[in-house]
């Protein structure tokens, strides 16, 4: 299963925020969209990503810097990314190995969707549902 299978059934509505905005605004649009990132743009192009984590630094450093400190402050601006082409496997892979839990999906340079774990998660599962189905229908004869 492709990533833009995913992004299909899910829709590729991304929430994102400015650079140049207060981190404490940024919690707002986490908590009022119920999402643990967004990914901050510049224009249209995505510079980086706040996640709930690195809101939980800041605050835990300085609460008080929420309300000063600028997103692109905050942030971080090393983006781990797949394309809609990618398999679903490819980004469980390197959404493990870089331990993250949000993934934005750029296409052409455009920013196109964000997958959590969750869906990584739920769509292998709904894939290999389907592949267990087939191969019982297989052993017992209903397929040939």
Avoid: C, F, W
């Amino acid at each position: 299963m492709r990533i833009s299978d995913v992004l299909e059934r899910k829709g590729g509505e991304v929430v994102t925020v400015p650079p140049d905005g207060s981190v404490h605004a940024a919690m707002k649009v986490l908590v009022g969209n119920n999402v643990g990132s967004v990914i901050v743009v510049d224009g249209e192009s995505p510079v980086g990503i706040l996640t709930e984590r690195d809101v939980l630094r800041l605050g835990a450093a300085d609460p008080a810097s929420l309300t000063g400190t600028r997103v692109s402050d905050a942030m971080t601006r090393d983006l781990v990314v797949a394309t809609p082409g990618d398999l679903v496997e490819y980004a469980a892979g390197v959404m493990t190995s870089n331990r993250i839990r949000h993934l934005p999906i750029i296409d052409g340079g455009r920013l196109v969707g964000v997958l959590s774990i969750g869906d990584v998660v739920k769509a292998m599962k709904q894939e290999k549902e389907v592949e267990n189905r087939y191969l019982r229908d297989y052993i017992q004869g209903a397929v040939r």
